[in-house]
């Protein structure tokens, strides 16, 4: 168990419907990463927050939005959803940036199937 | 920009046979490299990692990987595999400040008995 928690696990929806994925980073940990895992694309860099502020961003589609609360969770936004955008959606979380050797600690991830 | 390269996308070995897993990387500025393995429905998680010092490093369950500067290259290896190493391993490469992380597409291997 890494201690990142995301929900749902599943979730099956319809195109041009709109989602939201949720992840609990490790406790303490200020960072924030997601990432995308299709079949034919790999793993892809979407977005990194740390602590509440956008520090990164990666092959983030203008339909997907991202933002980190004050008690650190993180929410995916994903709207207007297309059949391509059925993937395995990774949240991995970093501790702050002095004590940072580059560890990501991935959670198991939300499974999107858009029908 | 980083990028990473992973050769074989399925590496199929016997068990108890040496195995290597290829990467290379490109940057503009200096790295820092992991290995990370992802078992079925699993999240993945961190084999090894080089950040500085010797460039051999060794990680869990018997892994070890060099870094390879000229060649840009971190290949990971195992001199005996199990069963249990079947899996997806993925190469990754990040900037000094940890903003961005990029990831290889991953080789599976499949060990056999």
């Known amino acids: ?115 | 920009a980083q990028s990473v390269t992973q050769l074989d996308s399925q590496v199929p070995v016997f068990e108890e046979a040496p195995v290597e897993l290829r990467c290379n990387y490109s940057s503009s500025v200096s790295v820092y490299l992991f290995w990370y393995v992802q078992y079925p429905n699993q999240g993945l998680q961190l084999l090894l990692k080089y950040l500085s010092g010797s460039t051999l490093v060794k990680g869990i369950n018997g892994f070890e990987a060099e870094f390879n500067k000229s060649q840009t290259s971190f290949h990971l290896r195992k001199p005996s595999v199990h069963i249990s190493d079947t899996a997806e391993y993925f190469c990754a490469v990040s900037g000094g400040n940890f903003n961005k992380f990029y990831f290889g597409s991953g080789t599976k291997l499949n060990v056999k008995p």
């Open chain 1, 1 to 115: 168990d890494s201690g990142v928690t995301q929900t749902p696990k599943h979730l099956i929806t319809a195109t041009g419907q709109r989602v939201t994925l949720r992840c609990s980073p490790r406790s303490g940990d200020l960072s924030v990463y997601w990432y995308q895992q299709s079949l034919d694309q790999g793993l892809q860099f979407l977005i990194h927050y740390y602590n509440g502020e956008e520090r990164a961003k990666g092959n983030i589609l203008e339909r997907f939005s991202a933002q980190q609360f004050p008690d650190l969770h993180s929410e995916l936004n994903l709207s207007s959803l297309e059949l391509g955008d059925s993937a395995l959606y990774f949240c991995a979380s970093s501790p702050i940036v002095r004590t940072n050797t580059g560890e990501l600690f991935f959670g198991e991830g939300s499974r999107l199937t858009v029908l």
